[in-house]
Structures are given as structure tokens and as C-alpha cells.
């Protein structure tokens, strides 16, 4: 199984600023995702991140809001731009093998609350 | 990609009872995921079932699945306070894996 890290684990950042969330895996992975998990609700997709080329945005997510990075086969980048308090969730990555009887893993979420 | 639905939204049991979850799916399958996420906190894989496997174990947790009827359970057996937490089902087929997530069953196992 893959271990999955995320920083940072929570902030609380102010109106209008950007924050990077970071996602690594301990062993490489083909596919890797993010998530948004906002207040008493259940998870939403909000891209696929690829790895050398541009993520996949899921309906209602854009990438001026939300760019993703992904350099290799272990890391990627959430950026959380110019936020507003509804951006307030938690934000998780995940990772799978890419075979259809792959587990797909989670990292331990970022709590973001923006003010 | 798919959607599961969690049955029933919540549950409340005694600690040493067994608690039962259900999924239903719409369309055809390659696996189905079942996580277990505490508040807050990140989802916790527990275990995947295979379209081509009908039950699976893992400790005190038993899943069936029945793809005729579109459907699956997660039965925890001798529950304890820990177990206390959201369940989610995660359906998927087709080639792009992406999952997506119903309401959950949220467990309260009582002391």
C-alpha cells in the first residue's frame, strides 16, 4: 500500500491570498488526484493531476482557481488561489497504481480555513 | 465515473453489536472501494472487492458484493468505540479510476 503525505496539515490564511498544498507519495503511482471536502459534506473531485502535462478539471473547477502541478511520479502541487471564505475545506490528495484493481490511497487531508 | 449510495445515512450501535452498510451503483464495475473516514481527517482505505469476487475479509470486516443487483455491504462484526466514523463506498469502471463519493454512512458506536 502507498503512504501518503500532505503539507501543510491545516492553515488559516486571509481573503485574496494563494496557498500550495503539497502531496507526496512514498512509492511512484500513476495516477494521483485531488479532492475538496467542504464542511459536512462528502468528497468532490476537482482534477486529475498528469503527470508532464496540464491536470484534468472536473466540471466547476478551473484552472486559474485551482492550478496543479505534477513533476514526477511521487509529488504534486495544490494551489489554492486568491481564496475566499468559501474555499474554506478540506483539501486531499490520492494516488493509484493505475491497474483497474489498484487501491486508491489518501493522504491525511489539509484542513483550510480562509477568513 | 460512478457514484455509490451509502445506506442507511447513519447508524447507532452498541459497542460489541455488528453494524451492516450498504452501496448501491448504477452501471457495471472493475472493483468497489470501501474507506472509513474519522472527522476531519483523511479517508482510510479498507478494502477493495474485485467485480469477479462475491466476499472479502480483513480482520472483523466482511464485504460482499453482487453485481446483479448492483449492490454491496460492509458488515463490521464486534464493533468498538474506534469504529465510530463516516463509511464510504467508492464504485469504479472504465479507464480514467476517478472516484466519486456519495453522503456515507456515519456509524456511532456507543460505549
Known amino acids: 500500500s502507498a503512504v501518503i503525505s500532505q503539507k501543510p496539515s491545516r492553515d488559516i490564511c486571509q481573503r485574496g491570498t494563494s496557498l500550495t498544498i503539497q502531496c507526496q507519495v512514498d512509492s511512484q503511482v500513476t495516477m494521483m488526484f485531488w479532492y475538496r471536502q467542504q464542511p459536512g459534506q462528502s468528497l468532490t473531485l476537482i482534477a486529475t493531476a498528469n503527470q508532464g502535462s496540464e491536470a484534468t478539471y472536473e466540471s466547476g473547477f478551473v484552472i486559474d482557481k485551482f492550478p496543479i502541478s505534477r513533476p514526477n511520479l511521487t509529488f504534486s502541487t495544490l494551489t489554492v488561489s486568491n481564496m475566499s471564505p468559501e474555499d474554506s475545506s478540506i483539501y486531499l490528495c490520492s494516488g493509484s497504481g493505475g491497474d483497474s484493481y489498484n487501491e486508491q490511497f489518501f493522504g491525511p487531508g489539509t484542513r483550510l480555513t480562509v477568513l | 465515473s460512478q457514484q455509490g449510495e451509502e445506506d442507511p445515512q447513519a447508524l447507532s450501535i452498541q459497542e460489541g453489536e455488528n453494524a451492516t452498510m450498504n452501496c448501491s451503483y448504477k452501471?457495471?464495475?472493475?472493483?468497489l472501494q470501501w474507506y472509513r473516514q474519522n472527522s476531519g481527517r483523511g479517508l482510510v482505505h479498507l478494502i477493495l472487492i474485485r467485480s469477479n469476487e462475491r466476499e472479502k475479509h480483513s480482520g472483523r470486516l466482511r464485504v460482499t458484493l453482487d453485481t446483479s443487483k448492483k449492490s454491496s455491504s460492509l458488515l463490521i462484526t464486534a464493533s468498538r468505540a474506534a469504529d465510530t466514523a463516516s463509511y464510504f463506498c467508492?464504485?469504479?469502471?472504465?479507464?480514467?479510476?476517478?472516484?466519486?463519493f456519495g453522503k456515507g454512512t456515519l456509524l456511532t458506536v456507543n460505549p
Open positions: 467508492a464504485p469504479s469502471g472504465g479507464s480514467n479510476y476517478k472516484l466519486t
Open positions: 452501471t457495471s464495475i472493475n472493483n
